[in-house]
């Protein structure tokens, strides 16, 4: 059940190929489906098109939930990549994993620590970066010492328990997922009995799996909105 990363170094720094390869397969989904569904646009959406004008919707419900489209419009095509993004990376790895050699090459992206916290900590330095650009930076840095200047060590913590909360739930949703999916993929292959025994709780659990996963690239997509609504609303 255990396999090894595929890992290199280069100018000192290792890099986990297996991450770069699914990381770049699942771009390249959400790209061709970017394109596939936007290549023939028509006044009565049918196949993609209707598919990508409700996602559009979708996200757009998401963003005025969390602050005004005034200030939220500008967020919406990055709210429509990170829910399709981290979707197709959940799926990734629920058909099948590639094992060469003892080595793991095909897996759901998310199911990285790495992949995910890199994801949290793009999302939170975004926030920060926008705050100071629609409020400026002696606005937003007030906002650190309020209501009392002692609150400032706080709210410092609380920015990183952010991105560790918001990075940390994706990979544990999903590599859990992942490593049920591995143990009944190994009674599949212990005989007539172990595969009679798995193949009923696989399909339950791989069809659990797509729900868990639908949920939690909308649980990242919304909490992006809300820090970013916390950083770029007067309001909040």
């Not at 939220?72 to 050699?101: A, C, E």
């Not at 913590?157 to 143990?183: D, K, M, Q, V, W």
């Amino acid at each position: 059940m255990h396999h090894e990363a595929p890992i290199v170094k280069f100018l000192g720094l290792q890099f986990n190929l297996a991450n770069i390869l699914m990381i770049t397969v699942a771009s390249a989904i959400v790209f061709l489906l970017a394109v596939l569904s936007t290549r023939r646009l028509a006044m009565k959406p049918t196949g993609m098109q209707n598919f990508m004008e409700w996602v559009m919707d979708f996200v757009k419900n998401i963003i005025n939930s969390t602050m005004d489209w005034k200030d939220g419009g500008r967020f919406h095509i990055l709210g429509i990549t990170i829910i399709m993004y981290i979707f197709v990376s959940n799926m990734l790895g629920l058909p099948f994993s590639i094992v060469v050699d003892g080595v793991l090459w095909w897996k759901s992206p998310t199911a990285d620590p790495a992949v995910t916290l890199t994801l949290a900590t793009l999302i939170v330095g975004l926030s920060h970066f926008y705050g100071v650009k629609m409020r400026g930076a002696g606005a937003y840095g007030r906002e650190f010492f309020k209501p009392f200047w002692f609150m400032f060590p706080i709210k410092i913590i609380e920015e990183f328990a952010n991105t560790l909360t918001l990075g940390l739930r994706l990979y544990g949703n999903i590599y859990a997922g992942e490593i049920l999916l591995s143990l009944l993929a190994a009674g599949l292959a212990t005989g007539v009995g172990g595969t009679i025994a798995a193949a009923l709780p696989m399909l339950v659990w791989q069809g659990f799996s797509v729900f868990v996963g639908a949920i939690q690239s909308f649980i990242f997509c919304m909490l992006t909105m809300v820090y970013l609504a916390h950083k770029v609303s007067s309001d909040h």
